[in-house]
């Protein structure tokens, strides 16, 4: 009965989409990016008359969630500041910051709420804004966290101008810089978006095998690949020799699995930074932080199933339009692309499958 009660919401949302949805088809990738949209209502108050006047807006605090019977406890050789190198945890990385901090919010809440052991996953909070941990705690008060900085400048100088301003915020790197960021006893983390929600166990994707390769990720080989690359990269053996040997396919770097211990051992990193540093003289792809990735992995990426990232909900990068899920099972929903469930909600212009985002809202009335 218990994982009835827990899908129960997902289901009565699902019925909804089965009722407003057209036909399920599939459609090409949009890149997952920040949307430069500063909605009023994502700000996180700040201690001023202005923001005490408007205190009953603000983020409900999250139900308790507790592990199953069958979850068993922790590893009691790892307390306190040690916690999080239990091994028994599955490790979830999530970035904040007061424009996403909505969405945020609905991811954790997703899969704390579809979770068989709740307790056994923690969060680390990659952060440009230092006053986010004390409204984490408020909202979740029971949540296995820490909060990581990350300093904007340290990718500033390397961040070339995009099609979208969105694609340039410096916050956007901070997953190339995970494996200096956690402890060097976390192994390996789940890297996450802001944009999306899990609808199944997230330690179905914690178990995923990811064999000899570093990354794991649901590839779309079917995708146009040379799209993410200029004529000039495709017309010059030096940059585009990078593939030889290789079966490049799309992936989203919205959703992966990492190893940690061979991406320090690979200097993944420092070869990321190498092709953004190309990319200033040579203007070799058009996007933000999704070509380097492709650039030093594709072709060499664990396969993921596509049930764990359901992206592009949020429409291409300029118009936001509405999209379909792609046909099969769904574990994840991900609104990459320009148009964000919780604005579009807001507006009284949702996409049919927005309403599957809401169940796991916690921003409204306090009152």
Same mark, same amino acid.
């Given at each position: 009965?218990?994982?009835?009660?827990?899908?129960?919401?997902?289901?009565?949302?699902?019925?909804?989409?089965?009722?407003?949805?057209?036909?399920?088809?599939?459609?090409?990738?949009?890149?997952?990016?920040?949307?430069?949209?500063?909605?009023?209502?994502?700000?996180?108050?700040?201690?001023?008359?202005?923001?005490?006047?408007?205190?009953?807006?603000?983020?409900?605090?999250?139900?308790?969630?507790?592990?199953?019977?069958?979850?068993?406890?922790?590893? /009691?050789?790892?307390?306190? &500041?040690?916690?999080?190198? *239990? @091994?028994?945890? +599955?490790?979830?990385? %999530?970035?904040?910051? !007061?424009?996403?901090?909505?969405?945020?919010?609905?991811?954790?809440?997703?899969?704390?709420?579809?979770?068989?052991?709740?307790?056994?996953?923690?969060?680390?909070?990659?952060?440009?804004?230092?006053?986010?941990?004390?409204?984490?705690?408020?909202?979740? /008060?029971?949540?296995?966290? &820490?909060?990581?900085?990350? *300093? @904007?400048?340290? +990718?500033?100088?390397? %961040?070339?101008?995009? !099609?979208?301003?969105?694609?340039?915020?410096?916050?956007?790197?901070?997953?190339?810089?995970?494996?200096?960021?956690?402890?060097?006893?976390?192994?390996?983390?789940?890297?996450?978006?802001?944009?999306?929600?899990?609808?199944?166990?997230?330690?179905?994707?914690?178990?995923?095998?990811?064999?000899?390769?570093?990354?794991?990720?649901?590839?779309?080989?079917?995708?146009?690949?040379?799209?993410?690359?200029?004529?000039?990269?495709?017309?010059?053996?030096?940059?585009?020799?990078?593939?030889?040997?290789?079966?490049?396919?799309?992936?989203?770097?919205?959703?992966?699995?990492?190893?940690?211990?061979?991406?320090?051992?690979?200097?993944?990193?420092?070869?990321?930074?190498?092709?953004?540093?190309?990319?200033?003289?040579?203007?070799?792809?058009?996007?933000?932080?999704?070509?380097?990735?492709?650039?030093?992995?594709?072709?060499?990426?664990?396969?993921?199933?596509?049930?764990?990232?359901?992206?592009?909900?949020?429409?291409?990068?300029?118009?936001?339009?509405?999209?379909?899920?792609?046909?099969?099972?769904?574990?994840?929903?991900?609104?990459?692309?320009?148009?964000?469930?919780?604005?579009?909600?807001?507006?009284?212009?949702?996409?049919?499958?927005?309403?599957?985002?809401?169940?796991?809202?916690?921003?409204?009335?306090?009152?």
């Amino acid at each position: 009965m218990l994982w009835l009660m827990r899908l129960s919401g997902f289901f009565s949302a699902a019925m909804v989409m089965i009722v407003l949805a057209p036909a399920l088809q599939s459609f090409p990738p949009a890149e997952a990016i920040r949307s430069s949209h500063l909605d009023f209502y994502l700000r996180l108050p700040v201690d001023t008359a202005f923001s005490r006047s408007l205190n009953r807006f603000s983020f409900r605090k999250a139900s308790t969630f507790r592990n199953a019977a069958q979850c068993g406890g922790g590893d /009691p050789k790892f307390s306190g &500041k040690f916690g999080v190198c *239990d @091994p028994n945890l +599955v490790h979830v990385a %999530i970035t904040l910051d !007061v424009e996403y901090l909505r969405g945020s919010v609905a991811a954790v809440n997703s899969i704390l709420r579809n979770s068989l052991c709740p307790e056994s996953v923690f969060f680390h909070f990659l952060v440009s804004d230092t006053n986010l941990e004390d409204f984490v705690r408020s909202t979740f /008060p029971q949540l296995n966290f &820490k909060v990581y900085y990350f *300093d @904007p400048e340290i +990718v500033r100088n390397l %961040i070339s101008t995009s !099609v979208r301003q969105a694609l340039e915020q410096p916050l956007n790197y901070a997953r190339n810089y995970l494996a200096g960021l956690l402890e060097s006893c976390v192994k390996k983390v789940i890297y996450l978006d802001s944009d999306l929600i899990v609808v199944d166990d997230i330690r179905k994707l914690w178990t995923t095998s990811l064999g000899e390769w570093t990354i794991g990720a649901p590839e779309y080989c079917h995708a146009n690949f040379s799209k993410y690359f200029t004529a000039r990269f495709w017309s010059d053996e030096r940059f585009s020799g990078t593939f030889a040997g290789r079966k490049p396919c799309y992936f989203n770097t919205g959703v992966m699995v990492i190893d940690l211990v061979k991406w320090r051992n690979g200097g993944y990193t420092e070869k990321i930074e190498w092709w953004m540093k190309l990319q200033k003289s040579n203007r070799i792809y058009e996007l933000g932080s999704l070509p380097p990735f492709l650039l030093v992995f594709a072709g060499n990426v664990a396969t993921i199933e596509h049930r764990w990232n359901q992206h592009g909900l949020g429409g291409d990068n300029v118009r936001g339009s509405c999209r379909d899920l792609h046909p099969g099972p769904t574990s994840l929903l991900h609104w990459s692309g320009s148009g964000k469930p919780w604005l579009r909600l807001d507006s009284k212009q949702p996409c049919p499958l927005d309403v599957l985002w809401s169940p796991y809202d916690l921003y409204g009335y306090s009152w």
